[in-house]
Nanobody, 117 residues
Framework: QVQLVESGGGLVQPGGSLRLSCAAS????????MGWYRQAPGKKRELVAV???????NYADSVKGRFTVSRDNAKNTVYLQMNSLKPDDTAVYYC???????????WGEGTLVTVSS
């Protein structure tokens, strides 16, 4: 069973930065599209960013130019660098692994990001 463990969340002031990490185990990391999703209180879970095994990325319009997703296939880890954070970015951020050839998606338990002064 795939295991995804997120870290790096916390409280940050508006305009600040955070870097989230997601360590994957029990998975062939390079066979998976890795993604970050978030869910704010009272809202549906939404896509933030994804990155393919080859490094192609895609972002939600709301985070373009502020967030950067990257992956280290040797370390089985995906990152989300978040800059110029806004209160609207407050949410639980979840890591996702989706097999390129299809199959079951896997999710981490999430890490809370709170943007507040």
């Amino acid at each position: 069973q795939v295991q995804l463990v997120e870290s790096g969340g916390g409280l940050v002031q508006p305009g600040g930065s955070l870097r989230l990490s997601c360590a994957a185990s029990r998975v062939i990391f390079s066979d998976n599209v890795m993604g970050w999703y978030r869910q704010a209180p009272g809202k549906k879970r939404e896509l933030v960013a994804v990155i393919t095994p080859g490094g192609t990325t895609n972002y939600a319009d709301s985070v373009k130019g502020r967030f950067t997703v990257s992956r280290d296939n040797a370390k089985n880890t995906v990152y989300l660098q978040m800059n110029s954070l806004k209160p609207d970015d407050t949410a639980v951020y979840y890591c996702n692994a989706r097999p390129v050839l299809g199959g079951v998606n896997s999710w981490g338990e999430g890490t809370l990001v709170t943007v507040s002064s």
